[in-house]
Nanobody, 125 residues
């Protein structure tokens, strides 16, 4: 079983940037797709960004496309989310997740078997 730990969240003004990290331990995530999700108070969890097991394909929610960049460093067993031009509506708890099976990307949150505890991102106006 893989354990995930997010870091890098915090308070930032609108227009600012943050870089989230997701460090995996317990086993390598090298062959597994990974993703970022977020949940704001009173709202359902939503997909933010995903990256294929090879790192060759990335996927973004329309709301973050052009502002956020997902990447992975399998040598460090770590995934990142660079968030630029942040908006107040980006305020949420951000969670990273790893697919439960290797060599696939289907994009459904049901496919992700391991989740981190989350890191809070707050964007002030």
């Amino acid at each position: 079983q893989v354990q995930l730990e997010e870091s890098g969240g915090g308070l930032v003004q609108a227009g600012g940037s943050l870089r989230l990290s997701c460090a995996a331990s317990g086993r390598s995530v090298r062959l597994y797709a990974m993703g970022w999700f977020r949940q704001a108070p009173g709202k359902e969890r939503e997909f933010v960004a995903g990256i294929s097991w090879s790192g060759g394909s990335t996927y973004y929610a329309d709301s973050v496309k052009g502002r956020f960049t997902i990447s992975r460093d399998d040598a460090k067993n770590t995934m990142y989310l660079q968030m630029n031009s942040l908006k107040p509506e980006d305020t949420a708890a951000y969670y990273c997740a790893v697919d439960s099976k290797p060599y696939r990307w289907r994009g459904s949150s049901d496919d992700f078997g391991s989740w981190g505890q989350g890191t809070q991102v707050t964007v002030s106006s």
